[in-house]
């Protein structure tokens, strides 16, 4: 458990993923979290979200910044992203619910 707020986890999480950083990246997440939303099936715990991300966060030509962001009560982040792969921007919505200082369950929405 960690004082951290839901809005800091986020940061620390998008700071990991820019610094293409997996074990920051992938410690940011409670070890049975879920994604869904980047694959055709949800991403289910801690190794399973290392082994997807890992390739990706060896790219140094994908990068994210969060255009704006809203807390929902304590627990859920809503960011509005946007996702740059080899100089071409994707628009993303994405939630984060954060539980005891780690997500355990983020959702993309890709426009």
């Known amino acids: 458990m960690t004082d951290r707020t839901a809005h800091d986890t986020v940061q620390a999480q998008l700071d990991a993923f820019n610094a293409h950083d997996l074990d920051a990246f992938v410690a940011t997440y409670a070890a049975d979290a879920v994604i869904t939303g980047v694959a ?8 399973a979200i ?13 990068s994210c910044t969060i255009e704006t962001s809203v807390l929902f009560g304590t627990r859920w982040v809503v960011a509005q992203e946007q996702v740059v792969n080899g100089g071409v921007a994707t628009e993303t919505i994405a939630t984060f ?8 369950r ?3 929405l890709k426009a």
């Open 40 to 47: 055709a099936e949800p991403i289910v715990g801690a190794s």
């Open 50 to 62: 290392r082994a997807f991300y890992e390739p990706r966060l060896q790219n140094p030509e994908l």
């Open 97 to 104: 619910d954060v539980v005891d200082g780690l997500i355990a």
């Open 106 to 108: 983020a959702s993309m």
